[in-house]
């Protein structure tokens, strides 16, 4: 079974700081793994994937993950954390198999507050 | 840029009473589904839909959920008679290749 774990329900950085917002997976095979921010009130916006190709991985808004399959671990990053930023970050892992995308299975998710 | 809509953004219904989510998946997008996050928890699978079928639901996908692509476009999510841990935001996410693409959500209120 597959699972996921976000460590930390709220985190909160300076604006300027660096953000790291922690997963870990559980997976019987090589998962898929994705982060989603959610703004409130919004939908959920993919950041980042990692499907198996380089290990780390760059989205948007300048945010970048490192898959390290040692330590079950694809924790996001930013060098420097922007007010912008403040929103849910949920981490998601899937399988991959016949072309199409399996369930999502969601981190509990971890608020981002940034203090100016 | 090519995205998936839901109708309504909210809903407020009775418990008891039928509701119909909708949505409309990106127009190329082979593989829909519907999850939902209950007020302050994580988001939840509930049914994937393939080639006019489910393809794996959720426990929380009982007998009182459907779902139906009724004309090639809309892909709708029916909760049959609603209760009140229903309540919860509905998103419905649509996929080409290996990246879900989600919609805004529907909020559903049940009282």
């Known amino acids: 079974a597959q699972s996921v774990t976000q460590l930390g329900s709220h985190v909160s950085v300076s604006e300027g700081a660096l953000v790291l917002l922690r997963c870990n997976y559980s997976?019987?095979?090589?998962?898929?793994l994705f982060w989603y921010v959610q703004y409130p009130n919004q939908g959920l916006q993919l950041l980042l994937k990692?499907?198996?190709?380089?290990?780390l991985v760059k989205g948007i808004n300048g945010f970048e993950a490192e898959f390290k399959k040692s330590e079950t671990s694809f924790h996001l990053t930013k060098p420097s954390a922007h007010m912008s930023d403040a929103a849910e970050y949920f981490c998601a892992v899937s399988l991959f198999y016949g072309g199409a995308t399996n369930k999502l299975i969601f981190g509990t998710g971890t608020l981002l507050a940034v203090q100016p | 840029e090519p995205e998936v809509t839901q109708t309504p953004s909210h809903q407020v219904t009775q418990m008891g009473q039928e509701v119909i989510l909708r949505c409309v998946p990106i127009s190329n997008h082979l593989y829909f589904y519907w999850y939902r996050q209950i007020l302050g928890q994580k988001v939840e699978f509930l049914v994937s839909f393939y080639n006019n079928e489910i393809s794996e639901k959720s426990e929380i996908f009982d007998d009182q959920f459907s779902v139906e692509r009724p004309d090639g476009s809309n892909f709708t999510l029916k909760i049959r008679s609603t209760k009140l841990e229903d309540s919860a935001m509905y998103f419905c996410a649509s996929a080409g290749n290996n990246e879900q693409f989600f919609g805004p959500g529907t909020r559903l209120t049940v009282l």
């Open positions: 990692y499907t198996s190709a380089a290990t």
């Open positions: 997976s019987s095979v090589p998962p898929y």
